[in-house]
């Protein structure tokens, strides 16, 4: 099982990304997803997450800009980020608890994807 992440980039101040995670491998079942990001010289933090039922909760400095999203049908989750402002920069990781055909479920992390917002 894997999770790859895309759509990060360089974009200005007032801008929006939209950022992708697909899950692959022999995958039983996907419970929670989550948007996670790590600024310069900062702990991780959890931006956004969303439940198997489809239940949201965001950071506070995120609500109202982000929206996260899935496609079960795809193993996807999505972060809509819109009104980008420069403190948004960070590399964003997914992270899915995951139960394979086989195995135990865990929890998996993507790479990481850069997300620039220029002033």
């Known amino acids: 099982v894997q999770l790859v992440e895309s759509g990060g980039g360089l974009v200005q101040a007032g801008g929006s990304l939209r950022l992708s995670c697909t899950a692959s491998?022999?995958?039983?079942?996907?419970?929670?997803m989550r948007w996670y990001r790590q600024a310069p010289g900062k702990q991780r933090e959890l931006a956004a997450i969303i439940t198997s039922g489809s239940s949201t909760v965001y950071l506070d400095s995120v609500k109202g800009r982000f929206t996260i999203s899935r496609d079960n049908a795809k193993n996807t989750v999505y972060l809509q980020m819109n009104s980008l402002k420069p403190e948004d920069t960070a590399v964003y990781y997914c992270?899915?608890?995951?139960?394979?055909?086989?195995?135990?479920?865990?929890?998996?992390w993507g790479q990481g994807t850069q997300v620039t917002v220029s002033s």
């Open positions: 491998g022999n995958i039983f079942s996907i419970d929670a």
């Open positions: 992270n899915a608890d995951i139960k394979p055909a086989r195995g135990l479920a865990s929890r998996y």
